[in-house]
C-alpha cells in the first residue's frame, strides 16, 4: 500500500487549494478513503472521510463544513480534497489514510495559510 499526498503550499486567509492523493499497491475503488491533518503540537484529527466505490456519503469534521469538499476518482487511483476560504487555523499537516486491516498513511503535505 502506498499513498502519497500533494498540493499543499502557502496560502493567504480566504484563497483555496486541491490537495491530491495518489494511492496505489491495493483496490482503491474498494475501499472508504479519509484526509486527517496535524497541526503542531494538537492530535491529528479526521477531516473528511468517503465512502468505498460511488463514494455518495462523505462526511465531515464540523470546522470544515461548507468549505471543504472530499471527492474520489476511481478510475485514476486518486484522492482530493478541494479545501475553500481557508483559514489560519487549517495551518497543518495532512495525511491520506485507508484501513486495510490496519491503518496505511503517506507523508502529509504541509498546508500553511497565512497573512
Known amino acids: 500500500v502506498r499513498l502519497v499526498e500533494s498540493g499543499g503550499g502557502l496560502v493567504q486567509p480566504g484563497e483555496s487549494l486541491t490537495l491530491s492523493c495518489t494511492a496505489s499497491?491495493?483496490?482503491?475503488?474498494?475501499?472508504?478513503m479519509h484526509w486527517y491533518r496535524q497541526a503542531p503540537g494538537k492530535e491529528r484529527e479526521l477531516v473528511a472521510s468517503?465512502?468505498?466505490?460511488?463514494?455518495?456519503?462523505?462526511n465531515y469534521t464540523n470546522a470544515v463544513k461548507g468549505r471543504f469538499t472530499i471527492s474520489r476518482d476511481n478510475a485514476k487511483n486518486t484522492l482530493y480534497l478541494q479545501m475553500n476560504t481557508l483559514e489560519p487555523e487549517d495551518t497543518a499537516m495532512y495525511y491520506c489514510?485507508?484501513?486495510?486491516?490496519?491503518?496505511?498513511w503517506g507523508r502529509g503535505t504541509q498546508v500553511t495559510v497565512s497573512s
Open positions: 489514510n485507508v484501513v486495510i486491516l490496519r491503518p496505511y
Open positions: 499497491g491495493f483496490s482503491f475503488s474498494w475501499y472508504n
Open positions: 468517503i465512502e468505498n466505490y460511488d463514494g455518495n456519503y462523505k
